[in-house]
């Protein structure tokens, strides 16, 4: 019965190579978040999807696409994986006013 | 563009003592919101406290109060009696009251809890 789900939660994978990060929430939530947390713990915004619609892409370079088949889903592809993108990424939802909920994270490693 | 800034990165307290973590934050908005997250070593974000900037008064929720200045535009967190299991990094964020809703991180404080 977890709130937002993520998967998987560690990926290991060798630079130039495509990889997917899915997201589901259970909470009827209408927005949906992709943020990235650095080495220095520093979190920021990459993408938000308001029932399906994209509402805020971020200065994010083009390899990262996100897709909302619904509004309960919100995954993340990489295309050509770069050393710089390592990093844990975290999948949220709101409903209007109230703080998010987030998931426990995906540590993504590139080799 | 709002920004959020916690000027400590590390803090110390010990067990069963009270410690404030800072956090000031920039915007023209009159109306938003501002939280404090919790990240064990586990990773998990956790919503520690959240309050509104319309309401005067400050928010609590058990051990961990807040001290709100609008004016000041500072948003403190106080933890009372520290346990061990307060250690973790807390992030401040601010969340704009209409609107794209993205949140706006500090740069986060990380707590160690002394025995």
């Known amino acids: 019965d977890t709130a937002v789900s993520q998967t998987p939660k560690y990926l290991v994978t060798q630079m130039g190579n495509d990889k997917s990060i899915k997201c589901e929430q259970n909470?009827?939530?209408?927005?949906m978040y992709w943020y990235k947390q650095d080495s220095k713990k520093f979190l920021k915004i990459m993408f938000s999807?308001?029932?399906?619609?994209?509402?805020i892409n971020e200065t994010v370079p083009n390899r990262f696409s996100p897709k909302s088949p619904d509004k309960a889903h919100l995954n993340l592809h990489i295309n050509s994986l770069e050393l710089g993108d390592s990093a844990v990424y975290f999948c949220?939802?709101?409903?209007?006013?109230?703080?998010?909920?987030f998931g426990s994270g995906t540590r993504l490693t590139v080799v | 563009a709002q920004t959020v800034t916690q000027s400590q990165p590390e803090m110390s307290v010990q067990e069963a003592e009270t410690v404030t973590l800072s956090c000031t934050y920039d915007?023209?908005?009159?109306?938003?919101?501002l939280f404090w997250y919790k990240q064990p070593p586990s990773r998990q974000m956790i919503l520690v406290i959240r309050?509104?900037?319309?309401?005067?008064q400050n928010a609590t929720e058990n051990r961990f109060s807040v001290n709100f200045q609008k004016a000041a535009k500072s948003f403190s967190l106080k933890i009372s009696d520290s346990q061990l299991g307060d250690a973790a990094m807390y992030f401040c964020?601010?969340?704009?009251?209409?609107?794209?809703?993205?949140?706006?991180f500090g740069q986060g404080t990380r707590l160690t809890i002394n025995p």
């Open positions: 309050q509104e900037a319309y309401k005067q």
């Open positions: 915007t023209s908005e009159s109306d938003y919101y």
């Open positions: 949220a939802s709101s409903l209007q006013s109230y703080g998010y909920t």
């Open positions: 964020a601010y969340r704009s009251f209409g609107g794209a809703q993205k949140l706006v």
């Open positions: 999807y308001n029932n399906k619609e994209l509402i």
């Open positions: 909470l009827g939530h209408d927005t």
